[in-house]
């Protein structure tokens, strides 16, 4: 392997800077919803930014902003890239870092070694968080896939019922045109992204290459009793969903503290009704998150806790309700895209780990269409989705080294 | 004993359905909140007839309505009564039911047996709900004890923020002589209330006197953690409060069933924070409103309770905080009157039992200036709070039994 080009630290946090002043919000955060003015200046300035590397800018049908190096040889591209919207507020990083980390690659390697191979391409998603379009999460990697339904346009709507096609008009794309987003001209996706977590933190590591993104469910239960006087009914009258509640609660979590890592299973929302301090509810209403990388794992896991809030409600005289909401598959990596990655980062000397994705990926989705993988940058304190979110410099440049020692052996070696 | 007056039946049916015109809703249900319109013409029909009946009706400076039977021999007065006020809606039954037994008790002892040897009084007493003022709770009964301060008259507001003093002025009643209400010359108060839970249904029983009024504390409990992304975080770095939460709620609940009747333990009302679906939450705020009828036991549950919270909150590293919003001491009832009713009960060949109240009545705050008991009618299906509350009217004609004989034997005998 010739030497890799040095990665300019003074010109990536230039970089952050800079994209994070589109929409910046709460000190250190960000607030920049897909279409918004801030997201079609961001874009822009990613925009001049590729020119300035020699790549072309183009923008697809639903927004995505691609950046172009041919190649001598053609063929599909390999592409790296992430998505350049924000939660509400959210942090400089999350997202921002994956578009910024591609440009400063492909650049370095064009500086240092001319244009590559094959054509490579820089993207800058659109909506992966559904912070504007709440049901539109990975809106730009599913129109790269054709996975957006031509009733989408007006279904998916924003906070205020204002549906996204309207939305796309305001900035100049034509809904009609969706479609035309959808690639099969695509060999590779690698994406650069924070880790969201304490993994990296507490291995004392700058990096991680990932080898499987999260399956997730989202599933809402509902368990109904009978709503009673807090007072005037005894114990052993009670069909009180809270109770049974807190037995189901207590059981899918220590299942996954069981189960150990990877599995996750989180309970992040409640209700009770009528949710008076002096009433026993009636009805008991909250999410059941479950994660695993390997799907087969992930059905365990849901089986096991269908069988447990069955037996619970059953033993308890409580009805109880299940539906899934949100069913994403795990995804696993290009196991040779991985291992390009790995060498990439033992020949850099990165010290890094190989795990699995907690947290969705546009990844994910692109996966539908080609190979994938990804580059974790360690989080502080494993903070995102707030304006406290941070990656150190260092954790970044070695992040893009892993990033373009990859892309090296993808497309100019 | 001498043989006691009848109980016209169709008489009670006829004043349950007369009082239940003002402010009728949803069918079979009442809404009658205290200063209402509703509230002034139900008091004002108890007045016509008290009068009817021979009684004096004076409203006092809180609106309590007070209808007198002055006593050949004087001294202090032996009364029976309720509240007049609803929830929103309620029944027919919790509150009104015991005025018209009162009524309807003393009318048929003085149609028997002439005028009584001590004063006798029946009272409808002011806004016992909370339902239009929340902090309010037994207003008029704690008028009657001197426990309303000056300020409660400014501070204590509607669910509009208004003033209960503003209120009580736009129907005649002047707050600045709300001390006036107070009541020294109370020999004795008997309350006929319905049960509000399954106890007597469940023994195939029509009354109960009651011996105890349950202690009630109401506690706000709070656990906070670490908000996290809810894949990202494996479960080891995880400070759940929901873990958390559950483990408490699971452990204050069996703990309620272990202890056995009379004690109870209930979470009625419950939050998280952020409350997203996908994030680990970061705090759980939930009520814990725990009651025994004996102070003592009341106390060893509290504790036990709060033992275990620090306990599960220290070792899952969450920080706690326990406020006590509301503390009703428990309250027993006078053995010598709970002795009359169960005489009464018996000699009228009335299957009872003795039980303790779980729900807050009145007479635990009358209790602060003479000897209490009560009468508990049977509710269907224990329910309460609700336009399905129902009393048959065998039940009912039970209870006013009881209580008739209790009256006379106080103040005729």
């Given at each position: 392997m010739p030497e890799m080009p040095e990665i300019d630290a003074g010109r990536v946090e230039e970089m952050i800077l800079g994209l994070a002043?589109?929409?910046?919000?709460?000190?250190?955060?960000v607030w920049r919803t897909t279409y918004s003015p801030e997201w079609v200046a961001a874009n822009a300035l990613v925009a001049d930014w590729g020119r300035a590397a020699g790549l072309s800018p183009r923008s697809d049908a639903v927004g995505n902003l691609w950046l172009r190096a041919e190649g001598?040889?053609?063929?599909k591209a390999i592409v790296s890239g992430s998505h350049i919207d924000s939660q509400?507020?959210?942090?400089?990083?999350?997202?921002?870092l994956g578009i910024i980390a591609a440009l400063v690659a492909v650049e370095a390697l064009i500086a240092h070694f001319?244009?590559?191979r094959r054509p490579v391409e820089v993207v800058s998603l659109?909506?992966?968080?559904?912070?504007?379009?709440?049901?539109?999460?990975?809106w730009g990697s599913r129109a790269i896939t054709g996975?957006?339904?031509?009733?989408d346009l007006i279904?998916?709507?924003?906070?205020?019922?204002?549906?996204i096609a309207e939305a796309m008009r305001d900035i100049?794309?034509?809904?009609?045109?969706?479609?035309?987003?959808?690639?099969?001209?695509?060999?590779a996706f690698i994406e650069l992204h924070?880790?969201?977590?304490?993994v990296l933190e507490a291995a004392d590591l700058p990096v991680a290459v990932v080898d499987a993104i999260t399956s997730i469910r989202h599933r809402v239960v509902r368990l109904t009793g009978e709503a009673n006087h807090a007072g005037a009914f005894p114990m052993r009258f009670r069909r009180d969903p809270m109770a049974g509640f807190a037995e189901i609660a207590s059981g899918v979590i220590d299942h996954a503290h069981r189960l150990g890592a990877p599995a996750v299973t989180t309970i992040g929302q409640i209700a009770a009704e009528p949710?008076?301090?002096a009433i026993v509810p009636g009805a008991v209403t909250f999410t059941l998150d479950s994660r695993h990388p390997i799907q087969g794992e992930a059905e365990k896991m849901s089986s096991a806790q269908a069988r447990l809030m069955e037996e619970v409600a059953a033993r308890r005289g409580l009805g109880l309700s299940v539906e899934t909401i949100l069913d994403h598959h795990a995804c696993t990596c290009d196991p040779a895209l991985v291992e390009v990655l790995r060498s990439a980062a033992t020949e850099a000397d990165i010290p890094h780990i190989v795990m699995a994705s907690g947290a969705a990926h546009d990844s994910q989705q692109i996966a539908g269409v080609c190979p994938v993988a990804m580059v974790f940058v360690r989080s502080a304190g494993g903070?995102?989705?707030?304006?406290e979110e941070f990656s150190s410099l260092d954790d970044i440049v070695a992040g893009i080294k892993v990033l373009a020692g990859g892309l090296y052996r993808m497309a100019w070696a």
């Open positions: 002043a589109h929409g910046a919000h709460s000190g250190t955060g001598r040889e053609g063929g509400c507020p959210g942090g400089r990083y999350d997202g921002a001319g244009h590559p659109c909506e992966e968080e559904g912070s504007r379009f709440p049901s539109a999460a990975f996975r957006i339904a031509p009733e279904s998916v709507t924003d906070h205020e019922g204002r549906p100049g794309l034509d809904p009609e045109r969706v479609a035309e987003a959808r690639r099969d001209d695509l060999a924070i880790e969201q977590g304490p949710n008076g301090a903070r995102s989705h707030t304006p």
